[in-house]
T-cell receptor, first 112, second 110 residues
Framework: DTGVSQDPRHKITKRGQNVTFRCDPI?????LYWYRQTLGQGPEFLTY????????KSRLLSDRFSAERPKGSFSTLEIQRTEQGDSAMYLC??????????FGQGTRLTVV | GQQLNQSPQSMFIQEGEDVSMNCTSS?????WLWYKQDPGEGPVLLIA?????ELTSNGRLTAQFGITRKDSFLNISASIPSDVGIYFC??????????FGTGTRLTVIP
């Protein structure tokens, strides 16, 4: 296992369309996180899973955002009715019992 | 709300020089981490600190967890061109997620 994998790396979508991103964590990691990063800022927490349970959600995660981790392995992040303000890098990270989180390369979303 | 202030915001140094950057918080945190991010990539974990006063090294990198648990320092010795990037500090919050600082952008001039 070479690390956290995210797909796609880049996504351009028209405003109002739905998009879905996938994250495959490091295989023995039971914790999975989604973060969002805009230009010039540090990553901001969106949501956190321990196994298949979604334990935390940020206020940044509006009703248009939904995340799942159905079998406690890979996770998906869906954004419905995308807006231009959703343009950002979406980062997935995973960790074992330690708090050290390992990040994927991210999915860069551009809403036009 | 919580804030992690990193300084300097950016720095330009000559290859071979040592670098020092810091991260301060108004709140106490028990776990501090340092990440490096290259353009278009995700952050890469450099060092994790778990104990106040702890000094930890990873190759040319050395980080310290402040005794007050409100700050941390990262030093890079003998900088090389591949040290270029943005360095973020992060803390583990009570909600088991990471809160990131504002970043220090490092440029190394060959």
């Amino acid at each position: 296992d070479t690390g956290v994998s995210q797909d796609p790396r880049h996504k351009i979508t028209k405003r109002g369309q739905n998009v879905t991103f996938r994250c495959d964590p490091i295989s023995e990691h039971n914790r999975l996180y989604w973060y969002r990063q805009t230009l010039g800022q540090g990553p901001e927490f969106l949501t956190y899973f321990q196994n298949e349970a979604q334990l935390e959600k940020s206020r940044l995660l509006s009703d248009r955002f939904s995340a799942e981790r159905p079998k406690g392995s890979f996770s998906t992040l869906e954004i419905q009715r995308t807006e231009q303000g959703d343009s950002a890098m979406y980062l997935c990270a995973s960790s074992a019992t330690e708090p050290e989180a390992f990040f994927g390369q991210g999915t860069r979303l551009t809403v036009v | 709300g919580q804030q992690l202030n990193q300084s300097p915001q950016s720095m330009f140094i000559q290859e071979g020089e040592d670098v020092s950057m810091n991260c301060t918080s108004s709140s106490i945190f028990n776990t501090w981490l340092w990440y490096k991010q290259d353009p278009g990539e995700g952050p890469v974990l450099l060092i994790a600190l778990y104990k106040a006063g702890e000094l930890t090294s990873n190759g040319r990198l050395t980080a310290q967890f402040g005794i007050t648990r409100k700050d941390s320092f990262l030093n890079i010795s003998a900088s090389i061109p591949s040290d270029v990037g943005i360095y973020f500090c992060a803390v583990l919050t009570g909600a088991n997620n990471l809160f990131f600082g504002t970043g220090t952008r490092l440029t190394v001039i060959p």
